[in-house]
């Protein structure tokens, strides 16, 4: 019994030690392909980096248009637009949307140093808007549109 178990234990040492020996022999092989890939790929990103920075102003700048017919086009069919531009008179603002439920819409305008300087408040259910001026002069406008 006690020279099976020897065997047993020898037999299992050597198919480890066999086995180990062709993973390791794989391993270096897939090392040495992936290394060169990875070669490749440095050169390719070192390429694409000398272009990229022309391209990625030109795409900015073109997204940025974009927002902005986008913005505008969204802020202008609100019905409540046309009295807040008229009421602030600022040509450099944006607006920013807080709230939007069924019931009132909270917009922030916005200079373009990013400053909060108003906030409009529409009741739906009644037309009413309000404009607040949020550097102290407080509310500016409070009726039914």
Avoid: H
């Amino acid at each position: 019994m006690f020279k099976k178990i020897i065997l047993f234990s020898a037999v299992v040492t050597m198919l480890a030690a066999c086995s180990n020996n062709e993973a390791t022999e794989k391993n270096e092989a897939t090392n040495e392909v992936s290394s060169q890939s990875q070669e490749q790929q440095v050169e390719q990103q070192k390429n694409e980096t000398v272009e990229q920075p022309a391209q990625l102003e030109q795409n900015a700048q073109a997204e940025d248009k974009a927002t902005e017919t986008n913005d505008l086009s969204e802020w202008t069919s609100l019905p409540e637009y046309n009295k807040i531009v008229e009421q602030i008179d600022n040509q450099n603002i944006r607006f920013e949307k807080v709230t939007d439920s069924t019931d009132k819409r909270i917009l922030l305008i916005i200079d373009e140093n990013g400053t909060k300087l108003y906030k409009s408040i529409f009741i739906k259910n009644s037309n009413r808007l309000k404009i607040i001026n949020m550097k102290g002069n407080g509310q500016i406008f409070n009726d039914i549109l």
